[in-house]
């Protein structure tokens, strides 16, 4: 069972997926270029199957392709762990959260917040 050591001493368990401690890093300037391939692997897709299967190789691509960096929060110190790619062993970087202007307390709880109220928009 893959884990990682926080730096306060927390195991991540990696194996759960979806991992609710994992997301994946995209930066900006990519957003527009995923959305267009996803819009012609819709158009292109044969079936609902096979959409889905494109999607998901859009979102989390298999070597050789570059993978999106992936981060892990600590569930204790809410520390993020960066890693290159979602397959490393290492962790590229760490963040520790300095402070927080709002009552979220983590990088989890802020997504779930702006998941939850976009959902009434959706």
């Known amino acids: 069972m893959p884990k990682i050591s926080c730096l306060c001493g927390e195991l991540i368990n ?13 930066w900006e300037p990519l957003i527009e270029k995923l959305a267009e391939n996803l819009v012609a692997a819709h158009q292109q897709a044969e079936s609902d199957e096979k959409f889905e299967r494109q999607v998901y190789k859009l979102l989390i691509p298999t070597r050789p392709k570059p993978e999106f960096p ?4 600590c569930p ?7 890693l290159a790619r ?3 062993r290492e ?4 963040y520790q ?5 709002t009552d979220i307390d983590s990088l ?13 928009a959706i």
């Open 86 to 88: 979602a397959s490393d």
């Open 108 to 120: 989890r709880s802020l997504v779930e917040k702006t998941i939850d109220n976009q959902g009434d």
């Open 97 to 101: 959260q300095e402070r927080a202007n």
């Open 76 to 82: 204790h110190c809410k520390r993020l762990a960066v």
């Open 70 to 73: 992936q981060v892990y929060e």
């Open 14 to 26: 990696l194996s759960p997926i979806p991992n609710r401690q994992g997301f994946k890093l995209v």
């Open 91 to 94: 962790i590229t970087f760490w």
